[in-house]
């Protein structure tokens, strides 16, 4: 025992344009600080049946089983796998980056059958792609990444929905790095469930996923209820399927406990609620459209602001993430000091990579609460002067300039995609 | 699409004088609005190495592994059993309520080979009950549940550890219940394992698990650990064990993310983390036994106060945790009317409860935040009050004399176990 009690939470105030987590909205701080209420007081359950009604609109969705799981985006990609997935299940996978990888890792802990569309970081799987391999491996379960912040790109899911139902295949996507930011279509591209976090464009913190579920993926899930005494109350169709591998992520419990059944579970985190909740409130009152405007007008300002100082954008700019951007590390520069000198002398943060493309990119967000013009310009001016000091030539000021007239250009910017 | 924005998060001021969630310390509140810092900002490490100090403090350990879990102390569990046990483990399980059945069905989950001690509800098990199981059953894990809220009793643990380590048996305890307001003295006892949560004793909010880890058991996990490429880097004895069959409860990866290495595994709950920090702040602050004879005497006096009513208090007096009191509803009184009332008239909420026992006891906490003489007497008041109403005959105001009478008799009072 150290006996050391040290000082109160005081963090710096640190402008966060990194791939997230990133500044918290103010009015989701001030809503985390209010205090508790039982689990199952009728304020509480109201405010989960509203969380439930937001989701749905941010998730462009009329699915009823609409809720938060308790833990980070990770935990709404593994409840969401291990609830569609029995061991033996056959799932295609397209493995793009860092986040495809997780899905394959956590689907073969579960015992999955797993085949793959493996592509190199940073492309995505056309449609052809996935009917082909569909087709080919006749999988139960079709699971990829929507944006995947290793590598900066968003994979097209217009018209994958349909095909995975053309072929009776449930269909998962992690959203957590663009919900929030860039469209999740999820009833009009016919995804079976979808989940993602708050740190992203939604601008909360870590440690709540929203997650949705269709009617088809929750019947499924239901059939694998299993009773046990004591615990819980047995459904009609209980004990079709192989029991669920956790109890913690049992979608077909959570999904009992935010139903008007409120069967016990977990003790629903409360304080995250309430911040999911205003994180949803925001979004909504700003309006799902100027929303995402916002975001490609901050994607397309850092665009812009980098290709001015002679940088190269990582990626297609076809399929690139309005929030997140990948640039490459010009040569003879040290990318670690800069981003230290970034923090130190900016208290500004940009991030690192992943991978392959550890030390070779930069990954410069722009989301949320800081998907603001003048976070982009203040963030892209400091990188000049850092760039500048390393010995990288370039005109002082035009990053700026340029940045400026993309964001004021906003949508007839081509730079990145709608 | 319902459209619908909702207000703010504004909820009612109730007094939570139930098993959990309580209400939270306000520092603690305050302590969660801070805005966020970058994953791996030196700034957030040196809050998640501070934390690991504090709670090695809390737990009563030199374990050098012991952090958070992010997800609901039910994530804590989930995580200690699916990394300590693998399938076909053999494993000992004490049940005598609730929390006891779903140590079970979570180990069932995992295919584990289950033996268990069943106790009636509001039973412990002794030393020689647990010694004479594992000598019958030969198990590699035990594994029972300190405070059980369900039934208000504690399972006295002095010499669990010694034993378990005679037969190499690893143990694991859920303390969620006790952690904060009872002695969870982990290395004095031996447990390998011990979780807990903030809601209760702690005074913080559901939704991050403190976890301790000894020596033996990590040395256990790690050798659980699997490569995978691109995922992780591999420790000297990856790939001996059983790989866990969670990526986001593998304890051998969340202690590489928790250690120097930093191995990146999920985005750490910034808020919680900041949270549960302060939790433990205010406790060492306080000081343990300070701390703890302040759950004594607001358990003492808890039960005066329903003995002074006529009320019959549930269980052993020897055996009651300090900070959760069941009672027995009296003859011809409505339970939940009473509640109703206590919450519409008063806001003060009192707990019901669970399996076998739901509708016969009420359960009344008084713990972290609440476990102040005036938070005890106001409910007691309000109970003698409503209790009145519905026709159960008694003098009244003595249930309050009687309650401060004990509080101020503090450790002389022997009606609740030192």
Known sequence: MTGAFFGPTDPPQRLLMGPGPINVYPRVLRAMSMDMLGQFDPEMTAYM????????Q???????RTFLI??????????????????????LIVRAGRFGLLLSEIAGRIGADIRTIDLEWGEVASLEQIEAAIKEHRPRVFACIHGDTSTTMAQPLEGVGALCRKYDVLSYVDATATLGGNPVDVDGWGIDVVSAGLQKCMGGPPGSAPITISEQAAEFIFSRRHVEQGIRVAGTQDGQGVRIGSNYFDLAMVMDYWSEKRLNHHTEAT?????ARECARIMLEEGLETRFDRHRRAGAAVTAGLRA?????FGHDAYRM????????????????????????????????????????????AMGYNAMKHKV???????EVVLAGQGYPMPRGEA??????AWDAGAADETIRK
């Open 70 to 91: 308790d833990g980070t985006a990770r935990a709404g990609i593994e409840a969401a796998l291990v609830s569609l997935v029995e061991p033996g299940t056959r799932i």
């Open 377 to 383: 310009l203040i963030t892209l001016g400091a990188l």
């Open 271 to 275: 304080t995250m609620l309430y911040g």
């Open 322 to 365: 309005a929030n997140v951007t990948g640039v490459w590390i010009p040569d003879r520069v040290d990318g670690e000091a800069v981003r230290l000198r970034m923090r130190e002398d900016f208290e500004i943060e940009i991030g690192t990579a992943f991978g392959p493309l550890i030390g070779k990119i930069w990954r410069i967000g």
């Open 400 to 405: 700026v300039d340029a940045a400026l007239m």
């Open 309 to 313: 100082m002679g940088l190269r954008v």
């Open 58 to 64: 941010v998730f462009m969705t009329d699915n009823r």
């Open 49 to 56: 049946n509203e969380t439930m009604a937001l989701y749905r």
